[in-house]
Antibody, heavy 122, light 106 residues
Framework: EVQLVESGGGLVKPGGSLRLSCAAS????????MHWVRQAPGKGLEWVGR??????????EYAAPVKGRFTISRDDSKNTLYLQMSSLKTEDTAVYYC?????????????WGQGILVTVSS | DIQMTQSPSTLSASVGDRVTITCRAS??????LAWYQQKPGKAPKLLLH???TLESGVPSRFSGSGSGTEFTLTISSLQPDDFATYYC????????FGQGTKLEIK
């Protein structure tokens, strides 16, 4: 069974930093492109960014609102995905989900974590 | 970047109704279109991918169609469990979600 478990969320002041983790199991993590998606309170889903596999160069892409402030990385030895968030703004307040197609599919987000809340407030 | 526009934003319907949600892409995405269902406090759930392929375990009352820039999600006979918010998503080089359609009980 595929499991994605996010951790590291919480309350942070504007301008601060936070690192989220996503522990993966039940699929071949090193073969899967991994993504972060967020959802502000009462709002829709917003793609944050993604990282490819080592074979594909571990390349990253980010949505415009987070580019230059957020960094996605992965540790295949620990089956863990990370989201390093810096220069946080109040508008970054959201539930953050890690998600993936699990590898071997076409990119649709078949598997999701339960989500973790990040609140940016003074 | 590709923009995805869903309509309507809110839809009121009754159990047993047939409902259709539309999603338009600002440029062609071939069939790289997915539909998700989300209930309050829960992660989204994949319903369909490649525009019309039903995800394993999803009831057959859900169906999808379209290609290029115009897509539809149809629920043939609404069940109580179907009242939720639905999102379309393009998953080409860009990963963009529509703004969502909230399906409410009439």
């Amino acid at each position: 069974e595929v499991q994605l478990v996010e951790s590291g969320g919480g309350l942070v002041k504007p301008g601060g930093s936070l690192r989220l983790s996503c522990a993966a199991s039940g699929f071949t993590f090193n073969s899967a492109w991994m993504h972060w998606v967020r959802q502000a309170p009462g709002k829709g889903l917003e793609w944050v960014g993604r990282i490819t596999t080592k074979i594909d160069g571990e390349t990253t892409e980010y949505a415009a609102p987070v580019k230059g402030r957020f960094t996605i990385s992965r540790d295949d030895s620990k089956n863990t995905l990370y989201l390093q968030m810096s220069s946080l703004k109040t508008e970054d307040t959201a539930v953050y989900y890690c998600t993936t197609d699990g590898g071997g599919r076409s990119g649709e987000f078949a598997y999701w974590g339960q989500g973790i809340l990040v609140t940016v407030s003074s | 970047d590709i923009q995805m526009t869903q309509s309507p934003s809110t839809l009121s319907a009754s159990v047993g109704d047939r409902v259709t949600i539309t999603c338009r892409a600002s440029q062609s995405i071939s069939s790289w279109l997915a539909w998700y269902q989300q209930k309050p406090g829960k992660a989204p759930k994949l319903l369909l991918h490649k525009a019309s392929t039903l995800e394993s375990g999803v009831p057959s009352r859900f169906s999808g169609s379209g290609s290029g820039t115009e897509f539809t999600l149809t629920i043939s006979s609404l069940q109580p469990d179907d009242f939720a918010t639905y999102y379309c998503q393009s998953y080409t080089s860009y990963n963009t979600f529509g703004q969502g359609t909230k399906l409410e009980i009439k």
